[in-house]
T-cell receptor
């Protein structure tokens, strides 16, 4: 157990509404990631963070923003949700120091988001 | 840039039979390679990882994978499938430093009694 929780675990919302998903870790790891999982696509990286207020875009960042004001929390926001953002969202953490190339990512339980 | 190809989106085996899930990677630098498993309605769990220490890597639940540089492959095997192995399996590759983990599209393993 890597001490990762995600909230909410399930959410149904309507097109055009803002949505924020939260990832919380208890072990003060520096690196945190947000992925989405869709059938036939595997997991695709949305955004990641390598420290407080340090974030970068991933492969599918359009329509998403992130914030990290505390080490333990990494928030993913959909400013105006669309049906194409219906997906399962996973948060991950990576232990290790700067440039630690061999460190493994550990995943949270996921949030299932449905946009109607 | 790194990429991963998993051959076969769905593999079905009989209980007790050999499990072979294929993964080929592309990387411009020596890669770090991972296999993750996802059981229904759960997150991803690390099965094993290759970090250049040994080409044959043993993981949890009796799985192992062999890194073959000449074939750019990292196939996952298990000698005898169990019903509890039914899940989705993801191969992933990572370069050095802060390069992101890149996942394959996954292979769903079904085990038939």
């Amino acid at each position: 157990d890597a001490g990762i929780t995600q909230s909410p675990r399930h959410k149904v919302t309507e097109t055009g509404t803002p949505v924020t998903l939260r990832c919380h870790q208890t072990e003060n790891h520096r690196y945190m990631y947000w992925y989405r999982q869709d059938p036939g696509h595997g997991l695709r990286l949305i955004h990641y963070s390598y420290g407080v207020k340090d974030t970068d875009k991933g492969e599918v960042s359009d329509g998403y923003s992130v914030s990290r004001s505390k080490t333990e929390d990494f928030l993913l926001t959909l400013e105006s949700a669309t049906s194409s953002q219906t997906s399962v969202y996973f948060c991950a953490i990576r232990p290790g120091t700067s440039g630690g190339g061999t460190d493994t990512q550990y995943f949270g339980p996921g949030t299932r988001l449905t946009v109607l | 840039a790194q990429s991963v190809t998993q051959l076969g989106s769905h593999v079905s085996v009989s209980e007790g039979a050999l499990v072979l899930l294929r993964c080929n990677y592309s990387s411009s630098v020596p890669p770090y390679l991972f296999w993750y498993v996802q059981y229904p309605n759960q997150g991803l769990q690390l099965l094993l990882k290759y970090t250049s220490a040994a080409t044959l890597v043993k993981g949890i639940n009796g799985f192992e994978a062999e890194f073959k540089k000449s074939e750019t492959s990292f196939h996952l095997t298990k000698p005898s499938a169990h019903m509890s192995d039914a899940a989705e399996y993801f191969c992933a590759v990572k370069g050095v430093g802060n390069t992101p983990l890149v996942f394959g599209k996954g292979t769903r393993l079904s085990v038939i009694a």
